[in-house]
């Protein structure tokens, strides 16, 4: 072989080697498993929602798209990981207000920054939290909390399971000066436990996990924690109202984000497709069964949103004269 087919030949060679390559990289989206990143573990409400969205993406896109639980430190894990994840659509997270609204006001250091560090996809739902009490505590209204407040100084107590009964029962009792006590648990199922037993003697919880005992009659349910009313509680008054609370509107919500400089078209294809899941009446059906009351808006809108409630929960926090970590 002389030196001018040498070159040849290795130019065909190197070119075959290249070609495969460019060929994949120009492969459309997705064009392999999406892995769906979720901050709290298996059987978990967000879980849940999660597994529909997998679920529906995957008919759609004719691709994998597994559910990764990396529960832990408030969502910092799973939250920090997707942040630092190559914004190329096949790392994607379900994230929620604890991550994006609380947590910037909770903790000192975050390894991450709520708007800066991601793309907004698409919102999902909200859990509205119910402010709950003893039944047989005679506590009948919001008004009723305050009188008895009043009358039993140094006596009134609320506990809390998660970030947003937290901020919800503190910003509670600085605003309407109860003088409340507060009681931290480990999980919510067990602050029901000691509302039912008298320990404490009020707390917010979420429909879903609060409906059994409302049936029983063993608590009993004074306001919603949102600003508007509920469609899934339509008898209870918001606490705006019923607390002379105006602006007061605390609510779970859970929605879908990429890292930051996820693709235009990406981002586009994932959030068309998850609003046209959310019109579903079936999907509206089995979110009102969990107790989440379906809340869809598109990435723009959903930004937007993003940014309004880093305002409204940093409020809460400061009213609830709650120190970061």
Known sequence: MNQIQRRKWLGMALASAVLPRVATAQQPWPAKPVRLV???????ASDIVARMIA??????????????????????LATDFVAKAPPDGYTILLATNTTHSV??????????DPVRDFTPIARVCYFPFVLLVNAESGIKSVAGLRQYAQANPGKVSYGYGNSTG??????????????????????????????????????FGDLASSAAHL???????????????????PDLPPLASAASLPGFDLAAWVGIFGPHGLPPEITQKLSARINQMLARKDVA?????????????????????????????????????????
């Open 38 to 44: 979720t901050a709290f573990g298996a059987g978990s």
């Open 55 to 76: 679920e529906d993406l995957q008919a759609a896109f004719g691709q994998a798209f597994v559910v990764d639980n990396k529960p832990g430190a408030s969502g910092i």
């Open 103 to 112: 947590n910037p006001f909770m903790f000192r250091k975050l390894p991450y």
């Open 166 to 203: 937290q901020i919800a029962s503190a910003a509670l009792d600085t605003l309407t000066k109860l003088g409340a006590t507060a009681v931290p648990y480990k999980s919510s199922p067990q602050v029901l436990v000691d509302l039912i037993g008298g320990q404490i003697t009020y707390a």
């Open 215 to 233: 049936k029983s009659g063993r608590v009993h349910a004074l306001a919603v924690s949102t600003e508007q009313s509920s469609a899934l509680a």
């Open 285 to 325: 059906d089995k979110l009102a069964a969990m107790g989440a009351e379906l809340a869809a808006a598109p990435a723009p809108e959903f930004a937007s949103y993003v940014r309004r409630q880093l305002d409204v929960w940093g409020a809460k926090v400061k009213a609830a004269n709650i120190q970061p970590e």
